[in-house]
Protein backbone atom coordinates (compact mmCIF):
# COMPACT_ATOMS: atom_id res chain seq x y z
CA UNK A 1 0.00 0.00 0.00
CA UNK A 2 1.59 3.10 -0.87
CA UNK A 3 0.96 5.77 1.95
CA UNK A 4 2.58 9.54 1.46
CA UNK A 5 2.36 11.95 4.62
CA UNK A 6 2.81 15.48 4.30
CA UNK A 7 4.17 18.46 6.77
CA UNK A 8 5.06 21.47 7.35
CA UNK A 9 1.88 23.32 6.63
CA UNK A 10 0.64 26.55 8.99
CA UNK A 11 -0.43 29.92 9.21
CA UNK A 12 1.74 32.31 7.58
CA UNK A 13 1.57 36.18 6.77
CA UNK A 14 2.12 37.27 3.06
CA UNK A 15 4.96 37.71 1.81
CA UNK A 16 6.39 34.75 4.23
CA UNK A 17 7.64 31.52 3.51
CA UNK A 18 6.43 27.89 4.09
CA UNK A 19 8.80 24.45 2.87
CA UNK A 20 6.30 21.47 2.96
CA UNK A 21 7.57 17.74 2.76
CA UNK A 22 6.48 14.86 1.91
CA UNK A 23 7.76 11.06 2.60
CA UNK A 24 6.65 7.71 2.07
CA UNK A 25 5.62 5.77 4.96
CA UNK A 26 6.58 2.68 3.66
CA UNK A 27 8.77 2.14 0.14
CA UNK A 28 7.02 2.57 -2.66
CA UNK A 29 7.44 5.83 -4.66
CA UNK A 30 8.07 6.79 -7.77
CA UNK A 31 10.03 10.29 -6.86
CA UNK A 32 10.48 11.18 -10.15
CA UNK A 33 6.90 10.63 -10.56
CA UNK A 34 5.70 12.70 -7.89
CA UNK A 35 4.91 16.69 -7.35
CA UNK A 36 1.96 18.65 -5.30
CA UNK A 37 -1.53 19.82 -5.86
CA UNK A 38 -3.73 21.90 -3.55
CA UNK A 39 -6.99 22.57 -3.14
CA UNK A 40 -8.55 25.92 -1.94
CA UNK A 41 -12.42 26.28 -0.19
CA UNK A 42 -14.82 25.53 -2.91
CA UNK A 43 -12.12 25.19 -5.51
CA UNK A 44 -11.36 22.29 -7.82
CA UNK A 45 -8.06 20.65 -6.83
CA UNK A 46 -5.43 21.84 -9.46
CA UNK A 47 -1.67 21.46 -9.65
CA UNK A 48 1.40 23.44 -8.26
CA UNK A 49 4.23 21.57 -8.94
CA UNK A 50 5.83 18.14 -9.88
CA UNK A 51 8.53 16.70 -11.68
CA UNK A 52 8.11 15.36 -15.06
CA UNK A 53 11.47 13.26 -15.05
CA UNK A 54 14.41 13.16 -13.38
CA UNK A 55 15.35 16.25 -14.58
CA UNK A 56 12.67 18.05 -15.43
CA UNK A 57 9.80 19.90 -13.66
CA UNK A 58 7.11 21.67 -14.00
CA UNK A 59 4.86 24.71 -12.31
CA UNK A 60 1.48 26.03 -12.38
CA UNK A 61 1.48 29.86 -13.59
CA UNK A 62 0.48 31.34 -10.66
CA UNK A 63 3.02 29.95 -8.27
CA UNK A 64 6.10 30.36 -10.86
CA UNK A 65 9.20 31.79 -9.66
CA UNK A 66 7.63 31.88 -6.37
CA UNK A 67 7.80 28.08 -5.23
CA UNK A 68 10.68 25.52 -5.59
CA UNK A 69 9.45 22.08 -5.80
CA UNK A 70 12.92 19.67 -4.93
CA UNK A 71 13.79 16.12 -3.66
CA UNK A 72 16.31 14.08 -1.51
CA UNK A 73 17.00 10.76 -3.01
CA UNK A 74 18.48 9.75 -0.13
CA UNK A 75 15.94 10.40 2.08
CA UNK A 76 13.02 9.77 -0.48
CA UNK A 77 11.43 12.70 0.20
CA UNK A 78 9.69 15.44 -2.10
CA UNK A 79 9.92 19.30 -0.85
CA UNK A 80 7.91 22.32 -2.16
CA UNK A 81 9.80 25.78 -0.92
CA UNK A 82 7.10 28.40 -1.15
CA UNK A 83 8.39 31.78 -1.11
CA UNK A 84 6.51 35.61 -1.15
CA UNK A 85 3.24 33.52 -0.45
CA UNK A 86 -0.36 35.45 -0.89
CA UNK A 87 -3.55 34.99 0.40
CA UNK A 88 -4.62 33.07 -2.62
CA UNK A 89 -2.20 30.26 -1.88
CA UNK A 90 -4.52 29.04 1.07
CA UNK A 91 -5.47 25.54 0.34
CA UNK A 92 -4.84 22.22 1.63
CA UNK A 93 -1.90 21.33 -0.40
CA UNK A 94 -1.43 17.13 -1.61
CA UNK A 95 1.55 15.44 -2.40
CA UNK A 96 1.31 12.56 -4.76
CA UNK A 97 3.38 10.14 -6.80
CA UNK A 98 2.15 8.09 -9.61
CA UNK A 99 2.95 4.11 -9.44
CA UNK A 100 1.65 2.24 -12.48
CA UNK A 101 -0.27 4.91 -13.63
CA UNK A 102 -2.13 5.58 -10.54
CA UNK A 103 -2.07 8.33 -8.93
CA UNK A 104 -1.72 7.92 -4.76
CA UNK A 105 -2.63 10.93 -2.08
CA UNK A 106 -1.36 12.12 1.18
CA UNK A 107 -3.86 13.28 3.33
CA UNK A 108 -2.72 16.82 2.85
CA UNK A 109 -1.37 19.44 4.87
CA UNK A 110 -3.46 22.80 5.26
CA UNK A 111 -1.72 26.11 4.49
CA UNK A 112 -3.22 29.59 5.68
CA UNK A 113 -1.97 32.79 4.38
CA UNK A 114 -3.54 35.93 6.46
CA UNK A 115 -2.14 38.88 8.31
Known amino acids: QVQLVESGGGLVQPGGSLRLSCAPS????????SGWYRQAPGKQRELVAR???????DYANPVKGRFTISRDNAKNTVYLQMNSLKPEDTAVYYC?????????WGKGTLVTVSS
Open 96 to 104: YTKILGINY
Open 51 to 57: FTSSSST
Open 26 to 33: GNIFDINA
